[in-house]
């Protein structure tokens, strides 16, 4: 199936570093999600993207979908403690357009 | 809005017993429920999608007679692991998807830690 390769595995940054991380596959997705996955708990979805090209904002956050359709980047500006989690990227597969498959996940770690 | 519970948030059961994990969506209606499996330090994978009056679909892998789901209402979802192994040990997460919504629009539960002894 369709598989997404994120990079890098973890980050270990200061408060106040930007932040970026980004999520390639071999096959072409039509939408990409970003996800931030805190201990112990469900993902809470961050920016969805739908078209190439696209770069949406979402307070520090900014994302892009790639021109090639076959990835996406996530970007954390001035970062802070509560940044810290696991970030996912992930799409529906082709073929199976409610589904999801999600990336491998970035862990952040924030030092105060 | 949109929230998603799981209960319980934690169980711990011996080997042979079955576990049943119950995914509500709290104010919305959900036809589809998703159910993924998450081990340490990795992914989520899904292992079927749910939907309400009718039999789940399960990924390539999932034995459907181990992992028994039930979506008897718009609401509420169930997943019962069957004669758990330690093997399954795992973080079973559910999401709901409202009515019309789109695939961006999985509303994820907060998890359920299963320890099987």
């Known amino acids: 199936g369709q598989q997404l390769n994120q990079s890098p595995q973890s980050m270990f940054i200061q408060e106040g570093e930007d932040v970026s991380m980004n999520c390639t596959s071999s096959?072409?997705?039509?939408?990409w999600l970003w996800y931030k996955q805190d201990p112990g708990e469900g993902p809470v979805l961050l920016i969805a993207?739908?078209?190439?090209?696209e770069l949406t904002s979402n307070g520090r956050l900014t994302a892009q979908f790639g021109i090639t359709r076959k990835d996406s980047f996530l970007n954390i500006s001035a970062s802070i403690p509560s940044d810290v989690g696991i970030y996912f990227c992930?799409?529906?597969?082709?073929?199976?357009?409610?589904?999801?498959?999600f990336g491998k996940g970035t862990k952040l770690t924030v030092n105060p | 809005g949109a929230v998603v519970s799981q209960h319980p948030s934690w169980v711990i059961c011996k080997s042979g017993t079955s576990v049943k994990i119950e995914c509500r969506s709290l104010?919305?209606?959900?036809?589809?429920m998703f159910w993924y499996r998450q081990f340490p330090k990795q992914s989520l994978m899904l292992m079927a999608t749910?939907?309400?009056?009718?039999?789940?679909?399960?990924e390539q892998g999932v034995e459907k007679d181990k992992f028994l789901i039930n979506h008897a209402s718009l609401t509420l979802s169930t997943l019962t692991v069957t004669s758990a192994h330690p093997e399954d040990s795992s973080f079973y997460i559910c999401?709901?998807?409202?009515?019309?919504?789109?695939?961006?629009?999985?509303?994820f539960g907060p998890g359920t830690r299963l320890t099987v002894l």
């Open positions: 993207l739908y078209k190439a090209g």
């Open positions: 999401s709901a998807r409202p009515l019309a919504g789109g695939v961006d629009t999985q509303y």
């Open positions: 992930a799409g529906p597969p082709q073929g199976g357009s409610e589904k999801l498959v």
């Open positions: 749910s939907n309400e009056g009718s039999k789940a679909t399960y």
């Open positions: 096959s072409i997705f039509n939408t």
């Open positions: 104010d919305f209606q959900a036809t589809t």
